[in-house]
């Protein structure tokens, strides 16, 4: 899940040293099932996802991210990770001491189409290039934690509720039900409705609802309209979509929208 790093250098060479804080940038395509067994280093690391679906185990719990999300975690922690979807994703390291960001636990964000930019940037030019250094300061300006009502996935796991969930994050979609999903995992309708309300405190309709609507929100801050993103996490019809949203969010899909399309 990590290409190889595109090294900064401690010093830009400005008119002054400057130390930059971003050890390296690497851009990746991570493959349907990767794994990033446990482990820990003292670097802080934001994760991005541009077009990949990952999961991230950190701190005993586990992380949705989607595109057009990341993740921040802090140094010394140990975590994990997997990927549900094939796609490209982004991986900054920091240095272990002088971080702008003062973020003490792990941390999702949204990545808009400007901060995408910049990471894009950063990436892309020399170490020495004199627009490094405001490039990172605007970065770490846009990078904010997301809102409380923010909808956090827990992720069952048994391993056969576990699997469906992994297929569902990846493929939010699927119109299958729990009987169908009992049979593609060799467990009882029972026994899976038991799993999904003990290890995640929702029933298995309630958690698809909240994966289905985290997958559509940054398909909406996008632009993609309402209507659309309803068919893309597997809403049939747009009515049924917006009251499911309203249950969960508290808000319509209108309000994620860019203010151009609203």
Not at 78 to 100: F, N, Q, R, Y
Not at 118 to 129: E, M, S, V
């Amino acid at each position: 899940m990590r290409a190889q790093a595109n090294q900064y250098p401690e010093t830009a060479n400005l008119v002054e040293p400057v130390l930059s804080p971003v050890l390296s940038i690497d851009r990746d395509t991570a493959q349907d099932h990767e794994l990033l067994h446990l482990h820990a280093h003292p670097e802080p690391m934001l994760t991005w996802s541009s077009t990949a679906t990952l999961i991230g185990s950190v701190a005993g719990r586990d992380w949705l991210i989607p595109p057009g999300y990341g993740l921040w975690v802090p140094g010394g922690i140990e975590h994990s990770g997997a990927v549900l979807h094939a796609g490209e994703m982004t991986t900054i390291t920091l240095a272990a001491d002088g971080s702008p960001l003062a973020w003490t636990e792990p941390t999702s964000f949204a990545v808009g189409s400007l901060l995408g930019e910049i990471i894009t940037h950063l990436h892309r030019i020399a170490p020495d290039d004199p627009s490094r250094s405001p490039a990172e300061a605007l970065m770490f300006q846009l990078l904010t934690p997301l809102p409380a009502q923010h909808i956090h996935v827990t992720m069952p796991a048994d391993p056969r509720a576990r699997a469906i969930a992994e297929l569902l994050f990846a493929h939010p979609d699927d119109q299958r039900e729990l009987t169908a999903w009992a049979d593609h995992v060799h467990a009882s309708v029972r026994t899976l409705s038991r799993l999904f309300r003990a290890e995640t405190g929702l029933s298995f309709a309630s958690w698809r609802t909240q994966v289905r609507i985290r997958a559509a929100i940054p398909m909406l801050a996008d632009g993609t309209p309402v209507a659309a993103a309803a068919r893309a996490v597997g809403y049939r019809k747009p009515s049924a979509f917006i009251a499911a949203f309203h249950r969960t969010t508290g808000q319509t899909p209108g309000t994620y929208l860019p203010q151009t399309r609203r």
